[in-house]
């Protein structure tokens, strides 16, 4: 049987740890070049002889990178979640992934043979802000790399966990800040009764690290080169990889000095030396820093902390060297010093390790509150409070005794329209920074065809800005095999969506209709094509089959109304004439109805009697609105002929010229041959009509029973030898069916 590690797979550096039998204390395992960390560097080499393409990787690798040598690619983590091409070599494309997986085989491997045991399973670290598509990423690539992931554990949590072990004080606030090469995170941890670890609030941005502030250094030399030698850098491509290479060297050597310097040879000039200052250094990256303290401020605001409630600040992270951050820090926090009891390059791998020896926990309950209009966490019921008592410094008696509780990086919502059914927004299901695994499910009322494929397509965010687009849409999930319901039975059907973030911060979306207890399939496809028009106002074209979902406010339902079409609603055609006469002289179809997605056209030739349409019957309690364009100048031949318009207490009877809307049989409005129409069934009874987007009346009349809406065309009887026909256009019906619950919300299930 093998065993189970902890790895930090980093930007600049990965490092394997395991749990040591002999102690039970978590240990950094030794690469084969007997170091304990290792550089993410890889380097493709060819042998043009053979045409057999190798991989370097770590120290070699790093060196080659440094001196400028071809095929060596680094901080590939930046673009994990996209399927990007990151580099090429030989013809043959890299992707994140790949090369991610290409380092993780690598760390196995050597781990493998510095253990003389086969490894299992392992504990991967990530990013705190990692989204849902990185930490996917980072599972495929370690698959690819023959690992089982036991889990997916954020950076600053591995961190406080290997800090924690000896330095545990009960009630302690820890705000662990981490600056990686490639990354950084901030979260506010709370270490609560002897070993119980919960991360409170976690902000980040996965593209700042200390890769920033090379390249800031990078600049700096490159413009003193030109300015003193006249040699552009980026004019040769070797020389410039070289440049590159030295400028982390000068930033690793004002660690330790106020001032660097190293000796170059350029082309067609020879040595020269570069030379740069701590003031030249700090004064270039000082907004760098002052973006990760406005990050560290968000994460105090959203806790409802100060400064003066932090117990400790923890370093982590290489690039927390830079002299610069602690000073930073100190003067922020008022006069916090951050600890030092830590090795920023081990404490993750560590972390890793100990959370490797234990087994993954079960799924919260969902606890929030909405503030201000927005949904966020409740974390009244979690026993949180900032101001207890922080007891003495102590080291736990084992790792049985650390547990983790971490929390959703990113609120995780769903594309919606708002109650007005004009602009989407973001509706959030599950808030951010809210402990994790979660499940949360809803229920919303789906109207079915009896005709084609049922199918449901979500749009999933991440993310608690209000404009979608300021959101990650993750990706579009479609609903399948939805069983149609028909009319008479029930008005459409009660699809309930699970969503949930698992134990590594992933994404899952799962449907059950009604009350069945068997997953309905879901496609997953990449919405990026699909995105752009969720920050223009809903479109008439967008209220069709699928999520219509309104704000939820009280115990409204989710879905206000629902858009009902003509090939999605079961339709039924009529024909008022009990005999048509027959014979070539009428040569007239039984039913003169063509009716397709969003228009009706009614038509017959030598007509005789006419009294035919569509007729749609909704409950008495069910909510319903219609909105249609009415162009009467198309009925012809007259007279006789009129278009006949109709749901309960609101009709009408129009002619090529137009004519009167009747409310409960008295006169609404009189209107020409064209205009737009809106007639609506609210609260059991409530009748409103709007002409042109203009209220023209409305009563309160309660209905008994089934409630029929109908279009139609009469024609009187006489024998008419002209083609007789009328349209009406781009028609959008909407429906919220009374006998549902009211409350969006659904019970979870297991998977």
Known sequence: MGVSVGIDLGTTFSAVAIVDKATNKPKIVLNEDGEKITPSVIQFQKDYNTGVVTTIVG????????????????????????????????????????????????????????????IDEAVITVPAYFYSAEREATIQAAKIAGIKVKKIIDEPNAAVMAFGLNHWRNNANILVYDLGGGTFDVTLTHMENDGFLRAIVTRGDHVLGGKDWDARVLGIVKNRIQEDTGFEVDSDMVFSKEVM???????????????????????????????????????????????????????LDE????????TDILLVGGSTRMKQVSRYLEKISNGHKPLSQVNPDEAVALGAAIQSSKQNGGYASLSVQVIDGKKVTDRSKQGFSPNETVEGEKKLSGLGMLSLCETTAHAMGIVAINDEGNQYYNEIIIPANHPRPVKAAKKFRFYTSPNGNNELSIYVL?????????????????????????????????????????????????????????????????????????????????????????????????????AVTFSNADWEKYDNVPVHPSGAEYNEPKIHVVANEKNIEFHGYNVSNMDEGVMYTIGASDDFEIECDINTSTISPHPGGYLQISLGAISARLDQNGGDILLDGSVAASVGSKFHLNMSLTDGGHYEVKINGREVGDIMRPTMGGVDVIFGFVHESHCCHLISHAYVSDITMMQRSGDTDDSPDAETWED
């Open 59 to 118: 120290s070699e690798a790093k060196e080659a990178f440094d001196m400028g040598e071809d095929g060596c690619v680094s901080a590939f983590k930046r673009l994990m979640g996209t399927n990007k091409e990151y580099y090429r070599f030989d013809g043959k494309s890299y992707t994140s992934v790949d090369l991610s997986a290409i380092l993780l085989k690598y760390l196995k491997e050597g781990a493998e043979r510095t253990l003389g045991d086969t």
């Open 462 to 562: 991440q993310g608690d800005r209000e404009n979608p687009l300021d959101c990650q849409i993750t990706n579009k999930y479609v609903v399948t095999g939805i069983q149609h319901i028909k009319r008479g039975e029930k008005v459409g059907t009660v699809i309930r969506i699970q969503y949930s973030y698992d134990e590594n911060g992933v994404i899952h979306i799962q449907a059950r209709q009604e009350r069945s207890n068997v997953d309905l399939l879901i496609r997953r496809e990449s919405a990026v094509y699909d995105v752009s028009k969720f920050g223009k106002p809903v479109a008439n074209d967008s209220k069709q089959n699928g999520f219509q979902m309104s704000s939820v406010t009280g115990n409204r339902v989710v879905h206000k109304y629902k």
């Open 303 to 310: 806790a409802g902390m100060a400064w003066s409630d932090v």
């Open 245 to 299: 290479g030295l400028a982390e060297g000068l930033k690793k050597k004002l660690t330790f000095s106020d001032t660097a310097s190293v000796n170059i040879n350029i082309p067609d000039y020879g040595s020269y030396m570069v030379k740069i200052t701590l003031n030249e250094f700090d004064s270039n990256t000082a907004d760098l820093l002052n973006k990760t303290g406005s990050l560290c401020q968000n994460v």
